[in-house]
C-alpha cells in the first residue's frame, strides 16, 4: 500500500479514562487505515470502543481529562494532541461526521437552514447570498422536497428520515475527504434505512469520499462496506474484505457474530448465540479478550495477547488458532 | 381455549389545545383491530414505528382503555368476561395474573432501588401466591435459575448487571406468577446481537415448558418469523395482512409487506438488493391520515379506488386475510 492512497492513517491508537474504579480503556491500541474512495466499517457490540475511536479522530475527545496516545496520520499531520483552534480547519471541513439520532443532532430554536449556513461561514464564504444557493442545492442533492420551504423550517417540523438527509447534505457541503458516519441508520425504520443506506452509496460513488461507517448491523455491513474491520472490547480482531468476513470468517467472535443472525432455517429450532456477556471496559480480562466466551479456549489464551497475524493479503486476525500466512484449522 | 379476543378495537388518543383543552384533533393510533390469542399460541405484530403496534400490546392489556370496540377475556374455568367496560375486582385480580407484559428497554423497567429479589417478589406478594417466607425464597431462586441467572443474585441491584440480563430479570418477573399470556413488546431491540439470541431462545423454552401465549410485539420481521405462529402487519393503526407465519414469508400479497421484506438487508456482498427497491417517501402523520388505503401514497400499484375507499380485510384462502383492493373478487 503507498502511502499517498491512504487518506487517514491511524498507528496504535489508545484512549484512555480514568474511572472511579481504574482505569477504563475504551480504545486500547488499534491501527487501520483509510484508503481513497473506500467504504470502512467498524462493527462490534455496545461498548466496544467503535464510537471513542472515530470521536477520537475528531478530536472530540478532551484530553486532559482522557489519555490519548498513538497517532492519526492525516495529510501527513499527526491529530493527536493538535490544538483545538487547529483543529477547526479540519473537523467539519475535511472530516466531518454524520451522527447516530437525528433527532438529537440539530438545535432545535434553530431553522435548518442557519444550521448549515454555520458551516459554510466557519469553511466557505460568508456572503448570504452564496450561501443559501450552496445550501439548496444540497439539499436538492439528498432528495428533500422543497428546499427552499424547508430551508426556514425548524427541525421539529421534519420526521426522523428527513432530518438524518439533511445531516447527510450538511457533511457533505464542504466536500470532505472523509464521512464519519455512526449509526446513521440505527434509529431509523427499516423502508427509511433502506433510502438512506441508498443515499450514501450513490452520493459516495458521485463525491468519491471516504466514509467510516459504524454499526452494529452485519446486514448493513454486507449492503455498503468494501472492507470490514470487527471490534471486540477495545481492540480491532479481525480485518478483512467484505466478501472475506461473509464467506471465510476466522476469529471465533465473528463467527459468532454471523451466526447469531436469526435465518428462516432455524424455525422451531434453538438458535445459536454467544455465551455470556461483553465484559466491562474496566475489568477486561487477561490475554485473549473474548477468551471467557470463546468456544476453542486453549491455554495459551488466557494468559497472553495474541498478535494480528496476516493470513492473506487482505485478511488479518488477532487469535492464538491462526498463524501467520496459513488458512487452516476449523471453520 | 381463547385466552383474549379483540373485536374492532379502535384507540384514538385526543390532541388538546387552547386554554379549555379543547378537542381539536385525534392521533388515530389504532383502527379497527380484530384479533384472538388462543392458548400456546404466538401471535407476532410487525410494523415500522408509530403504526400502533405498541397501542395494540397495551389495550389487549387494558393499559389504556379503548376508545371503541371489545376485549373478551376468558379465563382458566372457561368463563368470558368484557374487560373493556369497568370489572370487578375479583376478575379483574384473574386477568391480572394471567396477563403479564416485557417492556422494550431493561434499563428503564426495572426499578434501581429495589433489588432483584424485590423486584421479582414484588407481583408474588401483590397475588398473594405464598405467605411462607421460605417457600417464597425457593421459589424466587428456582425462578433466577430458570431464566440462567444465580440465585445469590437476588439482593443484587439492577445498575449491576448487563442489558441482557436485566432483560431475564424482567423475564423472570414476568414469569413469577405463572401467566397464560405474555405480551412481549421489542424484547431484544435494545440488545446486542450476540445476546439477542439468548433471549429469544429463553423466551421460546419458557413458552414451551409452561404451554403460555405470547404476543411478540418486533419491527424485525427476522425475529418474529422465528417467534410466532402467526404474523399480524400493521401500517398505520390498521391490520393490513395477518396469516400464518410461513405463509406470510412464501406468499406475501400486500404491497407494503412486500415492501418490508425487500428492505431486511441481504447478508450477501456479492448480491446487494437494496440499491434495487426503491421505497418512496415515509409513513404519513397518524393525525391525518390519507383518505382510503392507508398506504396509496407509497404503493407502487396505487389504482383510482385505492385514493377513495377503504379497503377491508378479507379473507384470501388459508386463513390468510390482507386489506387490498389487489386482491378483490
Known sequence: MTYENKVIDVKNLKTYFRGYDGMIKAVDGISFFLKKGEVLSL????????????????GLIKSPPATVSGEIIYNGKNLVGLKQNEFKNIRGNKISMIFQEPMSSFDPLYTIGQQINEIVKTHITSNNEESKKLIIHALKNVNIPEPEKRYNEYPHEMSGGMLQRILIAMALITNPDIIIADEPTTALDVTIQAQVLKLMKELQKQYNSSIIFITHDLGIVSEIADRVHVMYAGKIIEKASVQEIFDHPLHPYTQGLLNSRVKKEYKGRDLPFIEGYVPKPNEFPNGCRFNPRCPFKKEICTSEEPKESLINEEHSVCCWLYKEGENNENS | MKILEAISLKKYFPIRSGVFLQVCGNVKALEKADIKIEQGQTIGVVGESGCGKSTLGKLLLKLYDPTDGKIIYTDKENNSYDITSRISKTVASKFRRDVQMIFQNPFDSLDPRMNIYDIIKEPIAANGMYKNKREMNNYIASLLTGVGLYPEYASRYPHEFSGGQRQRIAIARAM??????????????????????????????????????????????????????????????????????EELFNNPLHPYTKTLMSCIPAWNPKEKKLGKTITEGEPPSPINPPNGCPFHPRCQLKMIECEKVKPLPHECGDGHSVACHLYKK
Open chain 2, 176 to 245: 413469577a406468577v405463572m401467566p397464560r399470556l405474555i405480551v412481549c413488546d421489542e424484547p431484544t431491540s435494545a440488545l446486542d446481537v450476540s445476546v439477542q439470541s439468548q433471549i429469544i431462545n429463553l423466551l421460546k423454552h419458557i413458552q414451551q415448558e409452561n404451554r403460555m401465549s405470547l404476543i411478540f410485539i418486533s419491527h424485525n420481521l427476522d425475529v418474529v418469523h422465528h417467534m410466532s405462529d402467526r404474523i399480524i402487519v400493521m401500517y398505520l393503526g390498521n391490520i393490513v395482512e395477518s396469516c400464518a407465519s
Open chain 1, 43 to 58: 462493527v462490534g457490540e455496545s461498548g466496544c470502543g467503535k464510537s471513542v475511536t472515530v470521536n477520537t479522530i475528531m
